[in-house]
């Protein structure tokens, strides 16, 4: 299993600021993904990022409005860039962990962003 | 690539009768199947997946879902419901060959006394 952790857990920001989330893992895991769930929807994944390599980012997200950076096996921030209330979501990283016969995919406890 | 559909935003039933939450999916191949349960302000939680095997899964909660290939259904179930029950339930699906999961749009589960 993976232990998920992620900073902050919540924030308010003012529109047009930036702020990054960072996500620690109890393990070294080779794959790590973002999620976006905006209030009352589903999960959305935004980009798949592996240590050592650039995102891959999902259609409908971009680089410069979502930089990640994955520095090590065990850690990641994801950074939401000139925030507008559009941007209010919960933002859960998840871990992809080998198992005996798939990789189970474990997440974290979210951090819920409030932009004003 | 591989999509998931939850027909129903919300699904009530009465403490202790049986509830079903329907998930339909599409995927080339094989799927990766998967039920999670979202408290309020509360992360993500696994109840239980399909991998291969059995077409019945049993996990967390006396929850159970089966997978029925012919009709690309993965229904979660429990014979009988709580009210500590009430959630919202997503279903997710992951082909063999993807490393990402699709998540269906959530289900609001109410258990009433």
């Known amino acids: 299993s993976a232990v998920i952790s992620q900073k902050p857990s919540r924030d308010i920001c003012q529109r047009g600021t930036s702020l990054t989330i960072q996500c620690q893992v109890d393990?070294?895991?080779?794959?790590m993904f973002w999620y976006r769930q905006q209030p009352g929807q589903s999960l959305t994944l935004i980009a798949t990022?592996?240590?050592?390599?650039?995102?891959?980012?999902e259609s409908g997200f971009v680089i410069d409005k979502f930089p990640i950076s994955r520095p090590n096996l065990t850690f990641s921030t994801l950074t939401v860039s000139n925030m507008s209330p559009e941007d209010s979501s919960i933002y859960l990283c998840?871990?992809?962990?080998?198992?005996?016969?798939?990789?189970?995919?474990?997440f974290g406890p979210g951090t819920r962003l409030t932009v004003l | 690539a591989q999509s998931v559909a939850q027909p129903e935003d919300q699904v009530n039933v009465a403490e202790g009768n049986p509830l079903t939450v329907k998930c339909t999916y599409s995927?080339?191949?094989?799927?990766?199947l998967f039920w999670y349960v979202q408290y309020p302000n509360r992360g993500l939680q696994f109840l239980l997946k399909?991998?291969?095997?059995?077409?019945l899964v049993k996990g967390s909660y006396g929850f159970e879902a089966e997978f029925n290939k012919s009709q690309t259904s993965f229904h979660l179930k429990k014979p009988s419901a709580l009210v500590s029950d009430s959630a919202l339930y997503f279903c997710?699906?992951?082909?063999?060959?993807?490393?990402?999961?699709?998540f269906g749009a959530g289900t609001r589960l109410t258990v009433k006394p």
């Open positions: 995927v080339s191949g094989n799927p990766y």
């Open positions: 399909y991998i291969t095997g059995d077409n």
């Open positions: 997710a699906v992951r082909g063999r060959r993807n490393n990402d999961m699709r």
């Open positions: 998840s871990v992809e962990v080998g198992g005996v016969s798939y990789n189970e995919q474990f």
């Open positions: 990022a592996n240590q050592g390599s650039e995102a891959t980012y």
């Open positions: 393990s070294q895991v080779t794959m």
